[in-house]
């Protein structure tokens, strides 16, 4: 295990526990606009400062970090403080960031507050800023001392967010676990997953996270739907009009899906078994079109000489990772692929 995950009874008192254990003087937890009202009453009752970011992808950004480093300079803060992310994924990849780089990295925890970020993002120790529309250009390899999974952090979240971490939860499953597939398809869209599933999902990462910590090659499995969700990421950042990660993974693992076909690495009914549930957890709108995002698979990091990375799916439960295609090879596997005929 590259890092503790834990389901605390009681948050605050863990809290206040890991405090003693490391020796910490300051705490400061750190929320974007949306988390503030679980982040706030947290850090009063530990007695952290509390630092906040706008909401948004667009403030995953460089700039963002270098003024959280500025707040921390000014509040004194050494490496015997402590960092609390309390926060979805976006916030865990930034306060990540922050956190591992400044005076070369502070002790930190996730509190995760979205589905997402409880399955996945929070988990593994990656940490990230974009470039621009340059999805998770810049970044770190950090772990925090645990990850917290509270089911408490979870009860506000909207319809589409609790959709938005079923797609990593499903990643989860078509990789490894096929009993989350199961599970979700039986849920409804919207409707929180228990946490014994959660902790399920999550474990899949932890795993694959612990025997690749640096992803070398195993972990590589874990990015199966990213490169045209990334892409897609890409796409709409630069139109000024982020969308959310889980959306454009349901994309991704569809698109994907598509191309394992094509590639003859599944056959079209193995692929369709798991495809055809995907639209229930997508919100409807008018994707663009394949021409528009695929170009914008030039930034993926598992790129080779000009060659696009995959992680493909094969069968249910299983998936092939270092697949590389040229983008003229990925163009025409994808030629008669329209997301919106898919999802809509
Ligand atoms: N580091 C990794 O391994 C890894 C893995 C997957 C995704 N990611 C990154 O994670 C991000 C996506 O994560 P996400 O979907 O959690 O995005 P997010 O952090 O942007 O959260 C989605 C939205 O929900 C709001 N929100 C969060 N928790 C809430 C709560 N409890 N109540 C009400 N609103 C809440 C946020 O403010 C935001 O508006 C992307 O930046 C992606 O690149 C990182």
Redesign the pocket.
């Known amino acids: 295990m590259p890092h503790t995950l834990v389901q605390p009874r009681n948050t605050v008192d863990w809290i206040g526990k890991w405090r003693e254990k490391q020796e910490l003087d300051k705490l400061v937890v750190f929320c974007?606009?949306?988390?503030r009202y679980?982040a706030q009453p947290l850090a009063e009752s530990v007695g952290a400062l509390c630092l906040e970011v706008p909401?948004?992808?667009e403030n995953?950004s460089i700039q963002q970090a270098e003024r959280l480093w500025k707040e921390l300079r000014n509040a004194n803060a050494a490496r015997d403080s402590g960092w609390i992310n309390v926060?979805?994924?976006?916030?865990?990849?930034l306060g990540g960031f922050v956190a591992s780089n400044y005076q070369r990295g502070i002790p930190m925890l996730h509190v995760p507050?979205?589905l997402?970020?409880q399955v996945?993002?929070a988990?593994?120790g990656?940490?990230?800023v974009n470039l621009g529309p340059w999805?998770?250009q810049v970044g770190t390899f950090y772990l925090p001392s645990a990850v917290l999974l509270d089911a408490a952090?979870?009860k506000?979240?909207?319809a589409e967010?609790v959709r938005?971490?079923k797609a990593?939860m499903f990643k989860h499953g078509l990789i490894e676990d096929i009993g989350v597939i199961d599970y979700l398809e039986k849920l409804a869209p919207d409707a929180l997953p228990g946490m014994g599933w959660v902790r399920r999902a999550a474990d899949v990462k932890m795993y694959w996270a612990g025997v690749d910590p640096h992803e070398k090659n195993y972990r590589k499995i874990l990015n199966t739907g990213h490169t045209v969700a990334h892409a897609l990421e890409a796409w709409y950042l630069d139109q000024g009009q982020a969308i959310?990660?889980?959306q454009a993974l349901w994309a991704g693992l569809m698109a994907e899906g598509w191309i394992a076909v094509q590639a003859g690495l599944v056959t079209e009914d193995g692929a369709l078994e798991w495809m055809l549930d995907i639209p229930r957890f997508v919100t409807k709108r008018k994707w663009p079109k394949t021409s528009e995002w695929l170009p914008w698979m030039a930034g993926d990091k598992k790129n080779k000489s000009g060659r696009i990375g995959f992680s493909l799916p094969t069968y249910p439960g299983n998936c092939r990772t270092e697949l590389l295609f040229s983008p003229q090879e990925v163009g025409i596997l994808l030629r008669k692929f329209d997301l919106n005929t898919w999802l809509n």
């Open positions: 974007d606009s949306n988390t679980l909401a948004g992808e995953k926060g979805g994924g976006m916030v865990c990849d507050t979205t997402l970020a996945d993002a988990l593994g990656k940490t990230a999805k998770n952090m979870l506000g979240l909207s967010e938005n971490g990593e959310a990660h889980g």
